[in-house]
């Protein structure tokens, strides 16, 4: 008799029907809820349509190759010249804020439907997003420290959700993201502190994560366009190498319960008073807080823009 039983990695797959309907099937919601609060994490298999998915790829590749022509030195907090997108490198990892316009301001892309569903039922309806960004890992790229993020423990009910869409292809050759199973509900604050555990190592060495990493199972998850990762950010997790010339991004979006928060990611980085206006109402909900001033004339101003088919804002509206 083997000693460890394998797991199965059980992506939940979207239906056609569910994406006519943009909704979960209640077996559909039960699975995909039960996978991401006992496990940490769930792969919802075909929640972007195809179209949708085919042009935030184009349309951020356009994006990635201005920030890589943009670069400047070493800095931090670049901005792209062409599409005004804040970006930084280190260790051939490329972290892109980009502007939330065209299909990067898409509701399957950034309210998807099915992920939703998720995070409000354990966000609360009253949920915000905080940032929108994106790893790109290039060839060279060191596998990271297994980590934590967004300060995750601090209480038992959830305080964020992480969602990722990958654009193009995330497989096991290209730096697919490694998790490993636990819930990140499991993970005590307290407990890490007095035993001297660092969960906020990323891109240095952390002896004491990797040996308790080497204890616990992970998978390493594998993406392809249109899929959507739903995550507990207190899951043990790490970026690992790129084998490909390719360059591999994962678009990343952090969600907060009201009142709670984190210092990392600044939704100014992705929206100015223009785009936030110009936003489908479905996405504009989720970046009220950051935008509680801005003028019902701007409102009007954008849905006029809507209504002619104009999804850019343009200067002086």
């Not at 209504?307 to 804002?313: D, L, T, V």
Request: hydrophobic share 40%.
């Amino acid at each position: 008799m083997d000693a460890f039983t394998a797991a199965e990695e059980r992506p939940v797959a979207i239906s056609a029907a569910e994406r006519a309907a943009r909704t979960l099937e209640e077996e559909t919601f039960r699975e995909a809820l039960l996978l991401l609060h006992t496990r940490g994490w769930v792969v919802l298999r075909g929640a972007i349509p195809e179209a949708r998915a085919t042009a935030l790829q184009a349309d951020f590749e356009r994006i990635r190759d201005d920030c890589f022509a943009s670069r400047d030195g070493d800095g931090w907090y670049q901005v792209a010249r062409e599409t005004q997108a804040v970006f930084w490198e280190r260790n051939h990892r490329w972290r892109i804020f980009p502007k939330l316009r065209d299909s990067l301001s898409d509701p399957w892309i950034v309210a998807n439907p099915f992920a939703m569903a998720l995070l409000r039922f354990s966000l609360g309806e009253d949920l915000y997003c905080k940032f929108v960004s994106s790893d790109t890992c290039l060839r060279g790229a060191l596998t990271q420290a297994p980590h934590r993020e967004l300060g995750a423990g601090e209480r038992w009910e959830p305080r964020a959700l992480v969602v990722n869409v990958p654009v193009g292809r995330c497989g096991l050759d290209n730096g697919p993201l490694e998790v490993w199973y636990s819930g990140g509900h499991l993970w005590r604050n307290d407990v890490l502190a007095a035993a001297g555990f660092d969960d906020d190592v990323q891109d240095g060495e952390n002896p004491r994560a990797e040996a308790l990493a080497a204890a616990l199972p992970s998978r390493r998850v594998t993406l392809e366009p249109g899929d959507v990762l739903v995550r507990d950010p207190g899951l043990l997790h790490r970026g690992t190498v790129n084998r490909t010339d390719e360059p591999r991004t994962m678009l990343t979006m952090a969600f907060f319960r009201a009142a709670e928060s984190h210092d990392y990611g600044d939704v100014r980085f992705n929206l100015d008073e223009d785009l936030y206006a110009a936003l489908d109402p479905e996405v504009r909900t989720l970046f009220a807080h950051a935008f509680a001033d801005v003028s019902p004339r701007g409102l009007a101003r954008a849905a006029r823009r809507l209504r002619s088919g104009s999804r850019r804002p343009t200067p002086g509206g």
